[in-house]
């Protein structure tokens, strides 16, 4: 409903009377639009005359953007959980729930474009991270108006934030590409990220499972530190969970890809900056291509299956980043890439276990962190060229599911 | 007003370091502006390779008090040594005038083929459009509905999310 508003001040002329955008040819007024850019206004313009109604749907920029989820009152300890994810006591499993099961059930809503039932909120169905997800609209819906969207931005609202040890926020980023399938995912994880303080190095708060570099006298010897236990679980969660999200969100780019077709550029990001899937022209022809050739796998509605997988992971204890004047703790980059690409060059650097070898090093340096913003921006990108310096690797597997 | 010979018509830096050139405005108008702030508008741009005398070019698409904001305008974006944040202030400055007048600078500025004109002034009127109901945007810019009350309504149901 549109609420009484007092009479515009500052930049409003409506006492001339004139129609001001009628003065304007189409090509001007479309130019307009195309920097609007927030589906939401974009699509109230729908409503304002015939000659909107009919330039909206060419507006070639468009992003979408969910404003932050409200939290619910507390009713954090739900009762009966069908599924697969039981409940379970200890750090491991809220990290899972929040990071994974959340937004997996919000994707899972999105993607089956079906607008979303205006319940009072909450309801039956809610996350166990709180958040209020029953009364977002399916953004396969939303975009439906906009034919002739070019450039898509999309940005998905963040759960309450993952919890790490010691009930610290975990610091990640994740970055993966898609053509039909996917093509490569980096993740880019530690414990803290926290400024450098001159001389002596922050406090330790991490408490007892951080490790300390190997003894200088088997450096030559083993170049690398070894990964706790803990933590390489911890980071196996970390990429579980990132894959989980980007094939979820490999599930609403070919939804989007499908209904747009003058799209040539698409990202979606999360809120908070830790996800980001992004196709460019060549990847969505890909796409689009891959969709004659295959039958519509839908037994798995919420995402598309995840190929074998190859891994390549790095890890550093303790990361200097002077140039942005950070420091890691925990630091941790892993390459994955379907087995089937991995394959050609893995077999070739089975003996050196160097780093960023032939095309999983273009795949690294491309994977773009960028566009994010915020000061640990710079941080992520220095942390993924240091470690890639790293002469130690480990390589794991991982089946499809 | 010095004249030189017209020089070749490849290069787009200043033939003639300092060059005034002069423009007629739709009112009968005569401005002046410096050939380095006039390259800033492609139109200008062509025209002035064209002939390096000193007949004014005649504007017929801009009035006089326009004109003279955008000859501001691209002098502004033409000298040297002005850091990007104080540019950016002066700009919101200019932009800070009546609705009617950003889009008298939005035509002139397609006319003249201003690219950074444009671009602001198009933001402007993006910024006013966004955020605000459908009758918030019709008040706003004084346009005269045409849609039915049942066209609207549908427009509204089927987009019912935008309208929460």
């Not at chain 1, 993966?176 to 001159?198: I, T, Y």
């Not at chain 1, 803990?230 to 979820?248: D, G, M, T, Y």
């Not at chain 1, 990361?319 to 077999?347: F, K, W």
């Not at chain 1, 999983?360 to 990108?381: I, P, Q, T, Y």
Request: glycine residues 8%.
């Amino acid at each position: 409903m549109d609420l009484p508003r007092p009479e515009v001040e500052g930049e409003g002329g409506e006492e001339d009377g004139e129609d001001q955008l009628g003065r304007l040819p189409d090509d001007l007024l479309l130019h307009i639009l195309d920097r609007v850019h927030d589906a939401r206004s974009l699509a109230r313009c729908l409503a304002v005359s015939k000659r909107l109604s009919s330039l909206v749907p060419l507006t070639p920029t468009v992003s979408l953007s969910f404003p932050r989820p409200r939290l619910l009152p507390a009713s954090s300890e739900s009762e009966s959980e069908p599924g697969r994810w039981r409940r379970r006591s200890g750090f491991l499993s809220r990290l899972v729930d929040r990071f994974v099961r959340g937004p997996l059930r919000f994707l899972h809503r999105v993607a089956s474009a079906k607008s979303a039932s205006r319940s009072g909120g909450g309801g039956d169905d809610d996350c166990d991270c709180d958040c209020d997800y029953d009364s977002r609209p399916a953004p396969g819906e939303v975009l439906k108006p906009f034919r002739g969207i070019e450039s898509l931005r999309v940005e998905l609202p963040s759960c309450v934030d993952a919890v790490g040890l010691n009930g610290k926020r975990t610091v990640l980023r994740w970055t993966a590409r898609f053509g039909g399938e996917m093509k490569s995912c980096v993740v880019l994880g530690a414990n803290s990220l926290r400024r450098r303080e001159d001389g002596a190095a922050a406090s330790g708060e991490e408490g007892a499972l951080e490790l300390r570099p190997r003894a200088v006298e088997e450096v030559e010897l083993e170049p690398g530190p070894v990964i706790a236990e803990e933590e390489l679980k911890l980071r196996v969660v970390w990429i579980i969970s990132c894959l989980i999200a980007a094939s979820a969100r490999h599930y609403l780019l070919r939804q989007i890809v499908a209904d747009h077709p003058m799209l040539k550029s698409v990202a979606i990001v999360d809120s908070d900056k830790q996800g980001k899937v992004r196709m460019l022209e060549e990847e969505i022809a890909e796409m689009r291509r891959s969709f004659d050739s295959e039958a519509a796998d839908s037994s798995s509605a919420e995402r598309i299956r995840v190929p074998d997988l190859r891994m390549k992971l790095w890890y550093a204890p303790e990361l200097e980043l002077p140039e942005s004047g950070y420091v890691m703790r925990g630091a941790t980059m892993v390459l994955i890439a379907p087995a089937s690409e991995a394959e050609g060059e893995e077999h070739g650097k089975a003996k050196e276990g160097g780093g960023g070898g032939g095309d999983l090093g273009d795949v690294m340096r491309s994977a773009s962190f960028e566009g994010g913003g915020g000061e640990d921006e710079a941080a992520f990108r220095e942390a993924a060229t240091e470690m890639g310096k790293l002469k130690r690797t480990y390589t794991l597997e991982m089946n499809s599911f | 007003m010095s004249s030189s010979p017209p020089p070749s018509s490849a290069a787009a830096s200043p033939s003639c370091p300092k060059k005034m050139i002069a423009l007629r405005s739709s009112d009968g108008e005569t401005f002046e502006i410096e050939e380095a702030a006039a390259l800033q508008s492609k139109t200008l741009e062509n025209m002035i390779d064209e002939d390096c005398a000193g007949t004014p070019i005649p504007l017929p698409n801009v009035t006089g008090k326009i004109l003279a904001k955008v000859v501001e305008f691209c002098s502004k974006h033409a000298e040297p040594g002005v850091d990007d944040e104080s540019l950016r202030a002066w700009d919101a400055e200019f932009v800070n005038v009546e609705q009617a007048t950003v889009f008298d600078y939005i035509l002139a500025a397609n006319f003249l083929e201003i690219p950074t004109l444009l671009n602001l002034t198009c933001n402007v009127v993006a910024d006013m459009i966004r955020g605000k109901t459908p009758d918030e945007i019709r008040k706003f810019f004084n346009i005269k509905s045409i849609f039915s009350p049942e066209e609207e309504e549908e427009v509204r149901r089927e987009n019912h999310w935008a309208f929460e």
